[in-house]
């Protein structure tokens, strides 16, 4: 992707209260772009807004868990209504499991899996038709996805 591209972009970043969602939120508004920024967590997002806001850029929180389809779909209404499009989205709201598969609880498992790939489907099933509907008047629309896998024994 090139950056320097977004300036005036809207970009969606899910997980964007920490770690690498935060950082990919920063760079977005280092460039120029608007974000819109979710996660479950309200107080961090609205400390993430502020910190975009003095880089002289829109931001705006909105606390969205993603294994809840319907909250993915008003956080995709919520950056039109706003922002009056979507450009990019990047699907990086996941937790991580570190744990021997026998002793871990299937309730864990369970949690990685919605967060990690119905959170991605909810966030892609939400702006997809945005796209679509934008596709006439846009150049180049982007949802993204960032992942690892990792097993040991
Ligand atoms: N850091 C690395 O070097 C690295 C390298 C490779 C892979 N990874 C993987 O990348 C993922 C993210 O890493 P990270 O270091 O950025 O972790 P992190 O700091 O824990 O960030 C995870 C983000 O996802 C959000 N999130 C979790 N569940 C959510 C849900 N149901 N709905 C909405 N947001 C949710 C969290 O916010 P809330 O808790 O506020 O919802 C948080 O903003 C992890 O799965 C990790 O294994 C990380």
Same mark, same amino acid.
């Given at each position: 992707?090139?950056?320097?591209?977004?300036?005036?972009?809207?970009?969606?970043?899910?997980?964007?209260?920490?770690?690498?969602?935060?950082?990919?939120? #920063?760079?977005?508004?280092?460039?120029?772009?608007?974000? !819109?920024?979710?996660?479950?967590?309200?107080? %961090? #997002? +609205?400390?993430?807004?502020?910190?975009?806001?003095?880089?002289?850029?829109?931001?705006? %929180?909105?606390?969205?868990?993603?294994? +809840?389809?319907?909250?993915?779909?008003?956080?995709?209404?919520?950056?039109?209504?706003? #922002?009056?499009?979507? +450009?990019?989205?990047?699907?990086?709201?996941?937790?991580?499991?570190?744990?021997?598969?026998? /002793?871990?609880?299937? /309730?864990?498992?369970?949690? !990685?899996?919605?967060?990690?790939?119905?959170?991605?489907?909810?966030?892609?099933?939400?702006?997809? %038709?945005?796209?679509?509907?934008?596709? %006439?008047?846009?150049?180049?629309?982007?949802?993204?996805?960032?992942?690892?896998?990792?097993?040991?024994?």
């Amino acid at each position: 992707m090139v950056l320097n591209s977004l300036s005036k972009s809207v970009v969606v970043v899910t997980g964007a209260s920490s770690g690498i969602g935060r950082a990919t939120a #920063l760079a977005f508004a280092d460039q120029g772009s608007a974000v !819109v920024v979710a996660a479950r967590r309200k107080e %961090p #997002l +609205d400390e993430l807004v502020e910190e975009c806001r003095q880089r002289g850029t829109a931001a705006i %929180p909105v606390p969205t868990d993603v294994v +809840d389809e319907e909250a993915v779909r008003q956080l995709a209404r919520t950056a039109v209504d706003r #922002l009056g499009r979507i +450009d990019v989205w990047v699907n990086n709201a996941a937790v991580t499991l570190f744990a021997r598969i026998e /002793d871990a609880p299937m /309730d864990a498992f369970r949690r !990685v899996i919605d967060t990690n790939l119905f959170g991605y489907l909810h966030g892609a099933r939400a702006v997809l %038709p945005i796209f679509a509907a934008h596709a %006439p008047r846009r150049r180049r629309c982007r949802c993204a996805g960032r992942g690892s896998t990792r097993a040991s024994r």
